[in-house]
């Protein structure tokens, strides 16, 4: 492609022209034109040029000097723009479009909010009422904020009489220093706000000490995403500057009660699973909204509409935002030294069992709440539901998995997904998804081509919820590059095949798990995601897992009616079957029954399952090999689970609090309706149970209790005391180093093994 002539833009010029100063309406989208090919001084002949469309160009930046005075309207749509600081040069721009360009952030949408003074829509939304906001509130506040930091750390280092390297040198640190600790804002706007900050510090040194100001504020040097900024402030002060909430940690008294929670869910009858779904979830799913009432444990959080947020992002808001790295920014701190000698963090008071043994010491790193809707520290509805730690690139997929795991784990719930570390209790990115409300997340790891034919692994998450549509993110690129229309109602739980990188299970409320191959994307991301298999189920499929010894041919589900198996092997001609097996287990009578809600399900090793339903207090460990085995060959669907055990869990009610193990540990966990984590080591019975070798072991009469309860303990926010915690989901990655805690109370907890 030539690059832009005079004949070109005469003739791309709506309507046609003859002469370039006439020129009023401009279309040069879909020329493949890079930056290279907007010759400043033929784009300076454009005097009266008031709209121009530049979209599906390969453009990766604009130059400084295109010189168009009467610009008005500005398409950028589908470039791959890495900056919008030159837009500054059209000072009268009042739309401004620019979607669809990957490697742009909320970040960027502050930052031209700033620097055009005029505009009033941005990509179709009319930000007038937020860019006022930027322009004078957040200035006021930073500069504040500045002028704060240099009369408190800078001012005494500079003496009466100082030479040019003299203040050389102090302007050096002190725009070093302002920009990392000067904080204001939520973390997903950390980049904007160090880019404010440094313009600030550059024109207040500039008046205070006469230096000259650098008028072309060129995009700063980015902290790297995992460097940790360090606050001057106090943690009171920062918090309330930041919407962040303050909690205050004490010990929390031992309490071995099990008494039944005053609220509890009623247990639905068959007919009753088939109309009504997860009563946790439901009012997610229907269509009209409910009236507002008080907030029970079994009802969801009221979901905000998009004019409710404080912060939405424009129309290309589902991108991952570049550097969105704060561990202030939302997570709920304990006090200072000063005020307790323990700084605040909470002591863990476990429970013992009589008959249990406390085999771990561990403690609570972080308490996160960086789920809320528009960033508010007033959230304490929004429901975490699913979060699983990502895997180690340089470690192979499918290796070890002692060591196929990072301190990396991606969380789910209200209508945004986070990636926190657990170590330092950062939240490194953050994807967000106006009116989505997601359930479920998984990783895999993918092998993709990249520049000049090369190849590289790559990780990519996969993220599903209320809307039904499987959202696939790059997470290395900090982009979405993808969806799957999956089903036509919410997406209750996804999950890989540890096998096939590319196969993708989906478990839906339309009473179907499908499985998909999500395709490999190309260097551009195009990809060709098909559907594979559609399994078809009697009641709402709640939690899937692969039978680790087959996992290409055998599938189990806990569902609303039952638990329940299918064959998946793709080598069969049949792409929707029905369920191959049925299991029994005992009901509170000791009946035999097939309908009962299982809303936990997990594999502890390649053969024992453990799994939660009908019997209140109790966790069954069964035999898959044992029982499918009874089946044969015949044509026997209804099978009598093998149970090798019972656990003792919380004698409450209340569903849909789900349960995970640590296979490489032998551990079981779950949560309960009071915040606390049942912890179960099973090392010594799996050890029998396998040196058994198909032989009919004695079930274990006695329930198992846990060898520790982990509690929750008592947290402060904004002077009230956290109650009605529920623990939705607990997990720990592979090594059994952390232990991550997702309740009903939109808090991430942390826990450490020490």
């Known amino acids: 492609m030539s690059k832009i002539t005079t004949e070109l833009l005469l003739e791309r010029a709506v309507p046609r022209s003859t002469r370039l100063r006439k020129i009023e309406t401009l279309n040069l989208s879909k020329l493949q034109l890079k930056t290279g090919d907007l010759d400043p001084r033929l784009f300076s002949r454009l005097r009266h040029l008031q709209k121009l469309d530049l979209s599906d160009n390969l453009l990766d930046k604009f130059p400084n000097s295109l010189t168009l005075p009467d610009l008005r309207v500005l398409n950028c749509n589908n470039n791959k723009l890495e900056d919008v600081t030159a837009l500054k040069q059209f000072p009268l721009l009042e739309e401004l479009t620019y979607e669809n360009n990957v490697y742009l952030t909320l970040n960027d949408d502050y930052k031209v909010m700033f620097l055009l003074q005029n505009l009033r829509l941005l990509n179709g939304k009319d930000i007038t009422k937020l860019a006022k906001h930027v322009r004078h509130v957040n200035s006021r506040k930073l500069t504040s904020k500045v002028t704060a930091h240099w009369e408190k750390f800078f001012r005494d280092q500079l003496p009466e009489k100082y030479t040019a390297e003299q203040v050389k040198s102090i302007k050096k640190k002190f725009l070093k220093s302002v920009q990392t600790n000067v904080v204001y804002g939520p973390s997903s706007l950390s980049e904007f706000t160090r880019w404010r900050v440094k313009m600030i510090a550059e024109e207040f040194l500039a008046y205070s000490l006469g230096l000259e100001l650098n008028s072309d504020p060129e995009p700063e040097e980015k902290m790297d995403e995992n460097e940790e900024e360090e606050s001057t402030e106090s943690p009171r002060e920062d918090a309330e500057d930041k919407g962040q909430v303050t909690v205050t940690a004490r010990k929390r008294k031992r309490n071995r009660s099990k008494t039944r929670s005053r609220k509890k869910r009623s247990k639905a009858s068959p007919t009753e699973k088939e109309a009504v779904v997860n009563p946790r979830k439901s009012r997610h799913v229907q269509d009209e909204p409910a009236p507002q009432k008080p907030r029970t444990p079994n009802q969801p959080a009221k979901e905000a509409t998009p004019e409710q947020e404080a912060e939405e992002t424009p129309k290309n808001g589902e991108q991952l935002p570049k550097g969105q790295s704060n561990r202030r920014s939302s997570q709920l701190t ?200 559609v399994l078809e189920v009697l009641s709402i499929p709640l939690r899937i897992a692969l039978v680790p010894t087959c996992p290409d041919q055998y599938l189990l589900a806990g569902c609303e009616g039952g638990c329940f198996a299918w064959n998946i092997k793709l080598d069969k001609e049949q792409k929707t079957r029905s369920f191959e097996a049925t299991f029994q287990f005992p009901d509170e009578d000791g009946s035999l029954t097939t309908l009962h809600r299982v809303d936990g399900l997990a594999f502890l090793n390649d053969d024992v399952v453990v799994s939660k339903s009908s019997k209140p207090g109790c966790i069954y460990l069964w035999s898959w090999s044992r029982s499918f085995d009874t089946k044969g060959k015949g044509c026997q669907r209804t099978i009598a689970a093998v149970i090798l055990a019972e656990l003792e869990w919380s004698t409450t009610d209340m569903s849909y609090l789900t349960l995970s193990t640590c296979p490489a540990k032998d551990y079981v966990f779950c949560g309960d309706e009071k915040g606390s984590v049942w912890m179960y080591n099973l090392s010594s019975y799996t050890t029998v149970w396998s040196s058994a070798k198909g032989k009919r072991f004695p079930f274990q009469e006695k329930r198992i209790p846990p060898a520790q309860i982990l509690q929750w303990p008592e947290l402060r926010a904004n002077g009230e005391q956290l109650t009605e915690v529920l623990v939705n989901n607990v997990v720990s990655d592979p090594a059994f180093t952390y232990l991550v805690v997702l309740t009903s109370v939109n808090i991430t907890a942390i826990w450490k093994k020490s």
């Open 334 to 533: 304990g006090e200072q030294k000063s005020q307790e000698q323990d700084n605040g963090v909470v002591t863990l008071t476990p429970v013992k069992s009589s008959k249990g043994k406390e085999d771990v010491s561990a403690e609570p790193l972080h308490f996160l709440q960086c789920h809320s809707k528009g960033n508010s520290r007033e959230d304490f509805k929004t429901q975490l539901w699913s979060c699983v730690f990502e895997p180690l690139l340089d470690s192979g997929a499918r290796k070890d998995p002692i060591v196929n795991s990072s301190r990396t784990v991606a969380t789910c719930g209200g209508e945004s997904v986070c990636l926190i570390d657990c170590e330092t209790g950062t939240v490194l990115k953050k994807y967000k998804v106006t009116a989505e409300e997601f359930f479920s997340v998984a990783w895999t790891t993918l092998t993709m081509v990249i520049s000049d034919s090369r190849k590289k692994s790559h990780n990519i998450l996969a993220a599903a919820g209320r809307r039904g549509i499987v959202k696939l993110i790059h997470v290395a690129a900090d982009f979405c590059y993808g969806e799957i229309k999956a089903h036509k109602k919410p997406i209750a739980t996804v999950c890989f095949s540890p096998t096939r990188e590319t196969h993708l299970f989906t478990a839906s409320y339309d009473k179907r798990i499908a499985l998909w191959d999500i395709g490999i994307p190309d260097s551009d991301y195009n990809f060709k995601a098909s559907q594979l298999l």
